[in-house]
């Protein structure tokens, strides 16, 4: 089959950054480029290979240094992210050379930001690179503007930063505001950045309307493209092919759609909170008893996202409830397309985010590191789609809040609010990946510079 180009993606082996990177490259696919992605080989070896026959997207193999155990297996980030640039750029080196003695010459790469390393391998063999950045902008200005020593640490608060909103300490990202707390995480975030004026392209996982101000800051010192929302377009239309019904690969195996589905259709429209927190947080068990609780003391129907790990966390009482349902994983735009789903108690994580607004559904927000606290201050003060919960001085999220802000975002009136100003910002977001859309055009404008410079 003859291709436009040839892609060579380099993920992180993370859920949050693997499914952006995934819906990407279906894109590319679609516009007639070769895409074949790089996993490592502990996720390769450990997920279900029937993912990797869904698509027309190819897959391969690098190494990060951890080919049995993965992440898990290192003594820290620092450790990790170290052995993975030490094998990881002597494995994606072997990986470019097979592709050539097959017939099939890389002409450009894609990685996450968190492998700049993998732009000098690119480099090396005469290769476009182009970082992708997968999450918001806002959250890319702060890391990029420490990394240039034109925002110092620590951070004043408030802080007062061009495109901007006016930003409290627990409003900036997690690394950033508490370096100290999260010291080799902080150098992850800040070095993402370090040779991002090499990169021939820069793609950011956002559309422009919904982060217009902050998109214009940031380019006046980096060219940016932004090409998202990363959300199959099936969804934000509301005519779901069964081509589309995920992203393409999960890391977690999730529990039965049927019972999951059958459930939610016993329920009364917008009557259930859906809680998930992402693929790493990691709540105490004294957290994850006040969510219970607070869950429970709301009294409305719920599907609860917990990891198998997490769940001893649960305390006994609580599962007796015959409001909730705890499931080990599932599919979220499955579950959030649900009209039963009135809320989403979420942690903030940015795929999250852009999925609930995406099929308007109000958010009580809870977060916990990383981008997940910018995320929280735009999800409530700008675009006006959900509330944060506050907490205590002692950092946790009482039972009593959480009660309230569920209680608040359910409330008849105000959910009705929260989805106006959510379809507002699903309507550009279709537009954006329509035809003539802000990252339709970007996506086109990154193919015809790509594919112009292989002919």
Same mark, same amino acid.
């Given at each position: 089959?003859?291709?436009?180009?040839?892609?060579?993606?380099?993920?992180?082996?993370?859920?949050?950054?693997?499914?952006?990177?995934?819906?990407?490259?279906?894109?590319?696919?679609?516009?007639?480029?070769?895409?074949?992605?790089?996993?490592?080989?502990?996720?390769?070896?450990?997920?279900?290979?029937?993912?990797?026959?869904?698509?027309?997207?190819?897959?391969?193999?690098?190494?990060?240094?951890?080919?049995?155990?993965?992440?898990?297996? $290192?003594?820290?980030?620092?450790?990790?992210?170290?052995?993975?640039?030490?094998?990881?750029?002597?494995?994606?080196?072997?990986?470019?050379?097979?592709?050539?003695?097959?017939?099939?010459?890389?002409?450009?790469?894609?990685?996450?930001?968190?492998?700049?390393?993998?732009?000098?391998?690119?480099?090396?063999?005469?290769?476009?690179?182009?970082?992708?950045?997968?999450?918001?902008?806002?959250?890319?200005?702060?890391?990029?503007?420490?990394?240039?020593?034109?925002?110092?640490?620590?951070?004043?608060?408030?802080?007062?930063?061009?495109?901007?909103?006016?930003?409290?300490?627990?409003?900036?990202?997690?690394?950033?505001?508490?370096?100290?707390?999260?010291?080799?995480?902080?150098?992850?975030?800040?070095?993402?950045?370090?040779?991002?004026?090499? $990169?021939?392209?820069?793609?950011?996982?956002?559309?422009?309307?919904?982060?217009?101000?902050?998109?214009?800051?940031?380019?006046?010192?980096?060219?940016?493209?932004?090409?998202? =929302?990363?959300? =199959?377009?099936?969804?934000?239309?509301?005519?779901?092919? #069964? /081509?589309?019904?995920?992203?393409?690969?999960?890391?977690?195996?999730?529990?039965?759609?049927?019972?999951?589905?059958?459930?939610?259709?016993? #329920? =009364?429209?917008?009557?259930?909170?859906?809680?998930?927190?992402?693929?790493?947080?990691?709540?105490?068990?004294?957290?994850?008893?006040?969510?219970?609780?607070?869950?429970?003391?709301?009294?409305?129907?719920?599907?609860?996202?917990?990891?198998?790990?997490?769940? =001893?966390?649960?305390?006994?009482?609580?599962?007796?409830?015959?409001?909730?349902?705890?499931?080990?994983?599932?599919?979220?735009?499955?579950?959030?397309?649900?009209?039963?789903?009135?809320?989403?108690?979420?942690?903030?994580?940015?795929?999250?985010?852009?999925?609930?607004? &995406?099929?308007?559904?109000?958010?009580?927000?809870?977060?916990?590191?990383?981008?997940?606290?910018?995320?929280?201050?735009?999800?409530?003060?700008?675009? #006006?789609?959900?509330?944060?919960?506050?907490?205590?001085?002692?950092?946790?999220?009482?039972?009593?809040?959480?009660?309230?802000?569920?209680?608040?975002?359910?409330?008849?009136?105000?959910? &009705?609010?929260? /989805?106006?100003?959510?379809?507002?910002?699903?309507?550009?977001?279709?537009? $954006?990946?329509?035809?003539?859309?802000?990252?339709?055009?970007?996506?086109?404008?990154?193919?015809?510079?790509?594919?112009?410079?292989?002919?």
């Amino acid at each position: 089959m003859n291709y436009r180009a040839h892609v060579l993606a380099v993920p992180i082996p993370g859920q949050g950054h693997l499914t952006p990177m995934l819906q990407l490259c279906k894109q590319l696919v679609s516009k007639g480029l070769k895409v074949t992605v790089a996993l490592t080989r502990f996720v390769s070896n450990t997920t279900l290979d029937h993912h990797k026959n869904q698509s027309l997207i190819n897959y391969d193999t690098i190494s990060d240094g951890f080919d049995t155990g993965g992440y898990i297996d $290192a003594s820290s980030v620092e450790d990790y992210f170290q052995r993975f640039q030490t094998a990881g750029t002597e494995t994606l080196t072997q990986l470019i050379k097979k592709q050539e003695s097959l017939g099939h010459k890389v002409d450009c790469i894609i990685y996450d930001g968190h492998v700049p390393w993998a732009l000098n391998v690119a480099k090396q063999f005469g290769i476009l690179g182009a970082v992708y950045f997968t999450q918001p902008c806002a959250v890319d200005y702060v890391y990029y503007l420490v990394n240039r020593g034109l925002l110092t640490v620590p951070v004043e608060s408030p802080c007062l930063i061009p495109g901007l909103p006016s930003m409290e300490l627990k409003d900036i990202p997690a690394f950033v505001a508490k370096p100290e707390v999260f010291p080799g995480y902080f150098q992850l975030a800040i070095s993402q950045f370090t040779n991002v004026d090499e $990169a021939d392209f820069v793609l950011v996982n956002t559309f422009y309307d919904l982060e217009d101000q902050v998109v214009d800051a940031m380019s006046k010192y980096i060219p940016l493209l932004t090409i998202g =929302p990363t959300v =199959p377009l099936s969804y934000l239309d509301k005519q779901v092919d #069964k /081509k589309e019904k995920d992203y393409g690969y999960n890391l977690f195996n999730s529990d039965s759609s049927v019972s999951i589905t059958n459930w939610l259709s016993t #329920k =009364p429209i917008g009557s259930v909170i859906y809680v998930s927190f992402g693929s790493m947080a990691d709540l105490d068990e004294k957290q994850m008893e006040e969510l219970a609780f607070g869950l429970k003391q709301s009294d409305f129907h719920f599907i609860w996202v917990v990891r198998e790990s997490e769940q =001893p966390k649960l305390p006994k009482e609580f599962l007796e409830s015959e409001k909730g349902m705890i499931v080990n994983w599932c599919s979220q735009l499955d579950v959030l397309s649900s009209e039963a789903v009135g809320c989403f108690f979420t942690h903030g994580g940015w795929n999250s985010i852009t999925e609930a607004m &995406s099929l308007v559904v109000p958010m009580v927000v809870m977060p916990r590191w990383t981008d997940q606290t910018t995320n929280a201050k735009f999800v409530e003060d700008v675009w #006006k789609v959900g509330v944060r919960v506050n907490e205590d001085e002692d950092g946790f999220v009482r039972r009593e809040e959480i009660e309230k802000c569920i209680k608040g975002v359910m409330e008849k009136e105000r959910n &009705s609010e929260l /989805k106006k100003s959510a379809m507002r910002w699903k309507e550009l977001a279709k537009e $954006a990946l329509s035809i003539g859309g802000s990252s339709y055009n970007n996506i086109e404008a990154f193919v015809s510079q790509l594919t112009t410079s292989v002919t």
